[in-house]
Protein backbone atom coordinates (compact mmCIF):
# COMPACT_ATOMS: atom_id res chain seq x y z
CA UNK A 1 0.00 0.00 0.00
CA UNK A 2 1.12 3.39 -1.01
CA UNK A 3 0.30 6.41 0.50
CA UNK A 4 0.48 9.92 -1.36
CA UNK A 5 0.52 13.16 0.62
CA UNK A 6 0.58 16.34 -1.30
CA UNK A 7 1.48 19.99 -0.07
CA UNK A 8 2.44 23.23 -1.12
CA UNK A 9 -1.05 24.62 -2.68
CA UNK A 10 -2.64 28.19 -1.89
CA UNK A 11 -3.84 31.05 -2.61
CA UNK A 12 -1.24 33.52 -5.33
CA UNK A 13 -1.98 36.18 -7.79
CA UNK A 14 -2.46 35.16 -11.34
CA UNK A 15 1.07 35.34 -12.73
CA UNK A 16 2.52 34.24 -10.37
CA UNK A 17 4.28 30.62 -9.01
CA UNK A 18 3.89 27.79 -6.56
CA UNK A 19 5.44 24.14 -6.01
CA UNK A 20 3.24 21.37 -5.01
CA UNK A 21 4.99 18.28 -3.53
CA UNK A 22 3.77 14.78 -3.18
CA UNK A 23 5.24 12.88 -0.88
CA UNK A 24 5.20 8.70 -1.58
CA UNK A 25 5.23 5.94 1.40
CA UNK A 26 5.18 2.17 1.81
CA UNK A 27 6.75 2.15 -2.10
CA UNK A 28 8.12 -1.53 -2.60
CA UNK A 29 8.62 -1.34 -6.31
CA UNK A 30 11.65 0.63 -8.37
CA UNK A 31 9.76 0.92 -11.79
CA UNK A 32 6.72 3.13 -11.22
CA UNK A 33 5.52 6.78 -12.51
CA UNK A 34 3.73 9.33 -10.85
CA UNK A 35 1.28 11.84 -11.98
CA UNK A 36 -0.58 15.20 -11.42
CA UNK A 37 -4.25 15.95 -12.00
CA UNK A 38 -6.43 19.06 -11.50
CA UNK A 39 -10.11 18.82 -10.73
CA UNK A 40 -12.09 22.40 -10.28
CA UNK A 41 -15.82 22.16 -9.20
CA UNK A 42 -18.21 21.35 -11.49
CA UNK A 43 -15.68 20.26 -14.41
CA UNK A 44 -14.08 16.76 -15.34
CA UNK A 45 -10.66 16.25 -13.69
CA UNK A 46 -8.15 16.84 -15.89
CA UNK A 47 -4.25 15.29 -16.51
CA UNK A 48 -1.80 17.57 -15.75
CA UNK A 49 1.73 16.28 -15.53
CA UNK A 50 3.63 12.69 -15.43
CA UNK A 51 6.75 11.14 -15.16
CA UNK A 52 8.42 7.93 -14.81
CA UNK A 53 11.14 6.65 -11.92
CA UNK A 54 13.55 7.40 -13.70
CA UNK A 55 12.51 10.97 -15.11
CA UNK A 56 13.02 9.53 -18.47
CA UNK A 57 9.70 9.81 -19.29
CA UNK A 58 7.86 13.16 -19.12
CA UNK A 59 4.64 13.97 -20.46
CA UNK A 60 1.81 17.32 -20.06
CA UNK A 61 -1.28 18.18 -20.24
CA UNK A 62 -2.12 20.89 -23.11
CA UNK A 63 -3.31 23.36 -20.91
CA UNK A 64 0.37 23.59 -19.00
CA UNK A 65 2.88 22.75 -21.08
CA UNK A 66 5.33 25.24 -21.32
CA UNK A 67 4.48 26.92 -17.68
CA UNK A 68 4.40 23.64 -15.52
CA UNK A 69 7.88 21.76 -14.43
CA UNK A 70 7.53 17.93 -13.45
CA UNK A 71 10.63 16.47 -11.48
CA UNK A 72 11.05 13.52 -9.24
CA UNK A 73 13.61 12.63 -6.28
CA UNK A 74 13.82 9.60 -5.96
CA UNK A 75 15.43 9.49 -2.76
CA UNK A 76 12.80 11.60 -1.30
CA UNK A 77 10.37 9.38 -2.73
CA UNK A 78 8.93 12.57 -3.67
CA UNK A 79 7.37 14.13 -7.09
CA UNK A 80 7.23 18.23 -7.49
CA UNK A 81 5.51 20.50 -9.75
CA UNK A 82 6.87 24.00 -10.42
CA UNK A 83 3.76 26.09 -11.71
CA UNK A 84 4.97 29.89 -13.17
CA UNK A 85 2.86 32.03 -14.90
CA UNK A 86 -0.27 30.75 -13.05
CA UNK A 87 -3.47 32.02 -14.53
CA UNK A 88 -7.35 31.92 -12.82
CA UNK A 89 -8.39 28.75 -14.98
CA UNK A 90 -5.42 26.94 -12.98
CA UNK A 91 -7.60 26.88 -9.91
CA UNK A 92 -8.53 23.37 -9.09
CA UNK A 93 -7.34 20.84 -6.43
CA UNK A 94 -4.77 19.20 -7.51
CA UNK A 95 -4.46 15.40 -6.59
CA UNK A 96 -1.37 13.40 -6.98
CA UNK A 97 -0.76 9.90 -8.55
CA UNK A 98 1.03 6.58 -8.47
CA UNK A 99 1.36 3.58 -11.10
CA UNK A 100 2.71 0.34 -9.85
CA UNK A 101 3.09 -0.59 -13.22
CA UNK A 102 4.82 0.17 -16.00
CA UNK A 103 2.90 2.16 -18.58
CA UNK A 104 4.13 3.79 -21.89
CA UNK A 105 4.00 7.62 -21.96
CA UNK A 106 1.02 8.33 -23.68
CA UNK A 107 -1.09 5.69 -21.16
CA UNK A 108 0.26 8.19 -18.43
CA UNK A 109 -2.63 10.65 -18.94
CA UNK A 110 -5.18 8.40 -18.42
CA UNK A 111 -6.52 8.09 -14.77
CA UNK A 112 -7.79 4.59 -14.89
CA UNK A 113 -3.84 3.62 -14.64
CA UNK A 114 -2.98 5.07 -11.39
CA UNK A 115 -3.57 2.54 -8.59
CA UNK A 116 -2.99 5.22 -5.80
CA UNK A 117 -4.10 8.89 -4.77
CA UNK A 118 -3.41 11.61 -2.41
CA UNK A 119 -6.16 13.63 -1.08
CA UNK A 120 -5.05 16.51 -2.78
CA UNK A 121 -3.85 20.37 -2.13
CA UNK A 122 -6.08 23.27 -3.14
CA UNK A 123 -4.41 25.83 -5.38
CA UNK A 124 -6.27 29.35 -6.25
CA UNK A 125 -5.41 31.60 -8.34
CA UNK A 126 -6.80 35.17 -8.35
CA UNK A 127 -6.71 38.00 -11.19
Known amino acids: QVQLVESGGGLVQAGGSLRLSCAAS????????MGWFRQAPGKEREFVAA????????IYGDSVRGRFTISIDNAKDTVYLQMNSLKPEDTAGYFC????????????????????WGRGTQVTVSS
Open 97 to 116: AFDKTYHSGKDLSRADIYDY
Open 26 to 33: GRTIYRYS
Open 51 to 58: INWSGGII
